[in-house]
């Protein structure tokens, strides 16, 4: 089993930065990929970021692509979501996950965090 707990979210303004926090726990990491997704209302789960725990190797979704960072922190069991240029559209549940298979594919992630609530005001 693997614990994910979602921190970070809130109310920005358009253009400013945010950073969403995964802390993971419950069993090594090494053989997983941790990933961040989005849900806004009304519409289907979306693939932003993920990054394999062993080596680092990072995907991202094309609406994110460069404004966003996925890093992680190993020492803390971690994972990031730099969130840079914020846009209204960007409004949405994110939410973390694991997966040992993959890394875009949603229905691959076996494990995940309770989402947080990021809101961009135009």
């Known amino acids: 089993q693997v614990q994910l707990v979602e921190t970070g979210g809130g109310l920005v303004q358009a253009g400013a930065s945010l950073r969403l926090s995964c802390a993971a726990s419950g069993r090594s990491l090494s053989s997983y990929a941790m990933g961040w997704f989005r849900q806004a209302p009304g519409e289907e789960r979306e693939f932003v970021a993920a990054?394999?725990?062993?080596?680092?190797?990072?995907y991202y979704g094309d609406s994110v692509k460069g404004r966003f960072t996925i890093s992680r922190d190993i020492a803390k069991s971690t994972v990031y979501l730099q969130m840079n240029s914020l846009k209204p559209e960007d409004t949405a549940v994110y939410y973390c996950?694991?997966?040992?298979?993959?890394?875009?594919?949603?229905?691959?992630?076996?494990?995940w965090g309770q989402g947080t609530q990021v809101t961009v005001s135009s």
């Open positions: 996950a694991a997966t040992t298979q993959g890394m875009a594919v949603t229905e691959l992630y076996r494990y």
């Open positions: 990054i394999r725990w062993s080596g680092g190797h990072t």
